[in-house]
Structure formats: structure tokens, C-alpha cells
């Protein structure tokens, strides 16, 4: 597993996209689902959660698994429906990913996603 800490800043989550792409290239993997996830992940990290972000990925097989991490415990919540600007990142990760979902952590709480690598 490779992991890379990020600071809670909106800037950051180019930074976090990019270090994905490039470790998914050197697990063999397709980058740019990857990219997007990480993304739509790191975003929710910076704008609801507030808090410093890591990212993880590894491979499983013929699949890669990639969490972000935070430090904030309130549960990541897909909105069913959401017009606005935003709210839809969990919508957008569960279209791509085979599987995804939430695990507590201390301090904070895991967003995972499961991908084909491809």
C-alpha cells in the first residue's frame, strides 16, 4: 500500500489526483477513474469533513483499492438528489467503482473504492 498525506485545502486535491494517477500507472492500472475518485474523494475531505487528508491505494488482484482518509467522524452521506453546484461526489463514485463505502477510524473516517485496474 502506498499512502501520501495532504493538507485541508481545495488546492491540494490537484495534488492528491496527481500522485493517484501516478501510482495506478505503476500498479498497471487505468488512471483516469482513478483520478476522478480521488478527486470527487479528497474534495468531500477539504469541504465537508475540513480536515488534513491521506490517500491510499493498493492493489487486490486485478483490482485496486483506494482510500481517503480523514479526521473528521461524521459519516460520509451520498445525497440521493442534488441540484445545487455540488453534492454529488458519492454519486459520482458509486457510478464508477464496482464497490465503495465507509469505514470509521480514529481519529475520523475512511472513504473507500474499489476499481478494475484495466
Known sequence: MVTESFAP????????????????????????????????????ACVHARSAFTVSLRRQGTDVL???????????????????????????VAAIAADWGVATRDPGKSVWAVLPCR
Open 9 to 44: 485545502s481545495p488546492s491540494e486535491v490537484s495534488a492528491a489526483r496527481h500522485f493517484a494517477q501516478a501510482q495506478a500507472k505503476s500498479l498497471g492500472c487505468d488512471s483516469s477513474d482513478l483520478g476522478l475518485i480521488v478527486s470527487e474523494l479528497a474534495t468531500n
Open 66 to 92: 483506494v482510500e481517503v482518509g480523514d479526521q473528521n467522524p461524521a459519516p460520509a452521506i451520498a445525497r440521493a438528489h442534488s441540484t445545487g453546484p455540488s453534492g454529488r461526489g458519492l454519486q459520482i
